[in-house]
């Protein structure tokens, strides 16, 4: 079967997603667009020149007319984080030039399913969602799951466990008003808590003080890493792999992605921010909500409202 993916942006994240996907077989045709062409063209060329040695595929720097087909297309386009600046303060300038991209693209593959991954993330799949006039199903913000594998390293890291035995989740935001739903995690089976205590006799406040450290290195992780070699790319470039893989085979696998709200958990705002969904080849299949606790459900509404703030102030 064909696979047709589209990756609009090659720079670092862009180019990586494209090698990503190359080594796990993910896609026979890849088009690449930026509008540094010679850029996106040596890209190409040097991933296509490793082909002998994995999957044969076809990648090629294109034009947005060369997307149409896509099943996927993958939006990695606007300005990079730099040292010290937060997400959202990128707002303005990736939102503007969303607003270029969503109808362009669109009018080429109104059937492709759209991987946002630029970030102020949330922000910008909701400014696609809005710009594009596609159905919101359609479109899915990488959101958490970088901060969700982010999560889910730290805590096997300092358990010496393995990151396949733990089911851990950051809902919200991808950004500073993140949340982590720890009742809805588990280790091998066990409530988290319980393992911690069970397993490796924490108290409850060794617990806490250990829940509280992995938040802030979760939260902390993009800007250390910015801090020493300038850009995140490998990490979020699995993640996306991830969210292709999901939506081609259709294997019901539940992955937190950025999404439009739709009243879950009470939300009254109209935000994207990321919540636990099923994909498949048309994109979100279906919503999942596990129960949270009341702290952890005002916190999850605490970071839409922070994402509609963000939003207004862009004119969303």
């Known amino acids: 079967m064909s696979k047709k993916i589209t990756i609009l942006g090659v720079g670092n994240v862009g180019a990586t997603v494209a090698y990503t996907l190359t080594q796990n077989s993910l896609a026979s045709e890849i ?16 991933i296509i020149h490793g082909a002998p040695f994995s999957t044969p595929l076809n990648i090629f720097a294109g034009d947005y007319s060369d997307a149409a087909g896509s099943d996927i297309v993958i939006i990695t386009s606007g300005i990079g984080r730099k040292p010290g600046q937060s997400r959202l303060e990128l707002a303005s300038i990736n939102t503007k030039l969303m607003s270029e991209i969503a109808p362009k693209i669109a009018s080429y593959c109104p059937n492709a399913v759209y991987i946002i991954v630029s970030n102020p993330v949330d922000i910008l799949t909701y400014a696609f969602i809005k710009y594009s006039g596609l159905p919101a199903s359609q479109v899915i913000g990488s959101g958490t799951m970088l901060d969700t594998s982010r999560l889910r390293s730290l805590v096997s890291n300092r358990l010496s466990i393995s990151a396949k ?21 588990s280790v091998i089976g066990m409530d988290f808590k319980q393992y911690c205590r069970n397993i490796h006799h924490y108290t409850e406040e060794q617990t806490e003080v250990f829940l509280r450290g992995v938040e802030k290195d979760v939260r ?31 294997n019901n696998s539940v992955l937190t992605v950025s999404c439009l709200a739709h ?7 109209d935000v994207c921010l990321s919540l636990p969904c099923i994909l498949g080849p048309k994109g979100i299949l279906r919503e999942v909500d596990p129960p949270l606790l009341p702290d952890e459900l005002k916190d999850v509404q605490n970071s839409a409202k922070v994402l509609r703030q963000t939003l207004d102030s862009v004119g969303l």
């Open 31 to 46: 088009v690449l667009i930026d509008i540094n062409r010679a850029k996106a063209e040596g890209e190409a060329m040097d």
């Open 165 to 185: 035995n733990i089911h851990a989740y950051v809902f919200g935001e991808h950004g500073d008003s993140s949340t982590f739903p720890w009742s809805v995690t």
């Open 220 to 250: 902390d992780a993009g800007g250390e890493i910015i801090k020493r070699k300038g850009a995140t790319y490998y990490a979020v470039s699995t993640c996306v792999a991830t969210i292709v893989k999901a939506i081609y085979s259709s």
């Open 263 to 269: 009243n879950r958990y009470g939300i009254k705002e």
